[in-house]
């Protein structure tokens, strides 16, 4: 008979390895927090900054003596740290960058017929260029190249040829983000970022399965072939699915079924000592954390709701079609259950984080006990924000209106 994960069994583990099993407490700064950042693979950057940025966000949920500059500190003068891509941007352990040399072959292949759709002619005329001024200059931020160029009307991805160059240049490992002014990326050749034992290190192809597998299985507890394969976006689903086969036939890997919240199973991946080892994984203790909507452990909406029965999706529409959510709310977690979403916003100027909505999961109930969490949450954020005090709207508390 094939082994079963209970759903309580497979949040906590879930929870466990994406290191929210545990008081958000210890080593902020330093060390300890880019031990952190390699327990959990990978922090997402993302520009929007309604309270503070996702990057920051998702290391303050874990350690809530965090601030910001000691990430810019690891990133910038330790360079424990480098910036590239996963699933999206991201912030990366820097001994994993010999294994993202693959990575930047296959985006020279994957993009090139993409950026031909999507931008503007000419940025390929600026590759010599800006490389050639970086060496005789030093960093340079897209501010700083396309003179006389015409900057974009159309949007977001609008940009001038010598910007599309420099992301281009990046993507594909030929520059690298050695800091950023503001949210600004400034890039220096990869060679002048990357420590040279590190830039120097080559590893083979089997390795690179070995590692995007087994690594990305560790992070997560338990995953399909599918869910492995899309943790790094290093190796495609057929050759995590034969990896995954050739460990089950040797006995590095159990086939077991995961419990949903909606009591149906799924088959799924794990190692034979984590299913042996339920028993000690540690339940996340009962306090209420506010996450990032770009939190690792919810980057995969699905799973999020098939495991705690939470659809999420940053923007959630009612029939009508108008919004329901704010567009940048909060999924609050306490404990193992996620109980609602949060809308609030620091306004720095007038010292204030302003909680304008919370809108608690269908069956969550609001009484004094956990209100009360919520609130010493919200003053803790405040203060991470750089807010003297918290305001809330006078319609704050919401009915649940979760589908």
Request: hydrophobic share 40%; net charge positive; with cysteine.
């Amino acid at each position: 008979m094939t082994p079963v994960l209970s759903n309580a069994e497979a949040r906590r583990l879930f929870l466990h390895r994406h290191a929210l099993a545990a008081m958000p407490k210890g080593a902020s700064t330093g060390n300890g927090l880019a031990a952190l950042i390699d327990s959990i693979g990978f922090v997402q950057v993302d520009s929007i900054n309604t309270v503070e940025r996702a990057h920051h966000m998702i290391l303050w949920a874990r350690r809530q003596g965090y601030r910001p500059p000691a990430l810019k500190s690891l990133l910038e003068q330790d360079r424990a740290l480098f910036e590239h891509w996963t699933h999206d941007a991201s912030i990366l352990p820097m001994s994993l960058f010999p294994y993202w040399k693959y990575r930047f072959a296959s985006d020279t292949e994957r993009l090139h017929g993409n950026w031909k759709r999507w931008f503007r002619d000419g940025y390929e005329a600026q590759f010599d260029t800006i490389l050639n001024r970086i060496a005789r200059d030093g960093p340079v931020s897209s501010s700083d190249v396309g003179e006389g160029e015409a900057r974009g009307k159309g949007g977001w991805w609008d940009w001038h040829p010598s910007k599309t160059a420099l992301e281009w240049l990046w993507r594909t490992g030929q520059i690298a983000v050695t800091r950023r002014d503001g949210f600004r990326k400034v890039y220096d050749l990869t060679e002048n970022v990357v420590p040279s034992g590190i830039y120097h290190t080559e590893v083979g192809h089997e390795a690179l399965i070995e590692w995007a597998c087994s690594s990305a299985l560790d992070r997560l507890g338990f995953a399909t072939a599918s869910e492995i394969a899309k943790y790094w976006y290093a190796v495609d689903k057929k050759t995590a699915l034969a990896w995954a086969e050739g460990q089950i036939a040797v006995g590095r890997l159990l086939k077991v079924m995961v419990t949903e919240a909606d009591g149906t199973q799924s088959p799924a991946l794990t190692r034979p000592e984590t299913y042996a080892n339920l028993q000690d994984v540690p339940a996340p203790p009962a306090r209420v954390r506010i996450l990032s909507p770009f939190d690792p452990a919810l980057r995969d909406r699905d799973r999020v709701e098939r495991l705690f029965g939470f659809h999420y999706r940053i923007e959630v529409f009612v029939p009508e079609k108008q919004r329901q959510f704010g567009y940048y709310v909060f999924p609050v977690l306490e404990g193992s259950q996620l109980i609602g979403r949060l809308d609030c916003k620091a306004w720095r100027a007038e010292g204030c984080l302003r909680v304008r909505g919370f809108w608690p999961e269908r069956g969550v109930k609001m009484g004094k006990a956990r209100l009360a969490g919520l609130e010493a949450e919200l003053s803790r954020l405040a203060d991470f924000a750089g807010c003297a005090r918290l305001e809330f709207d006078t319609d704050w508390l919401r009915h649940s209106q979760v589908p």
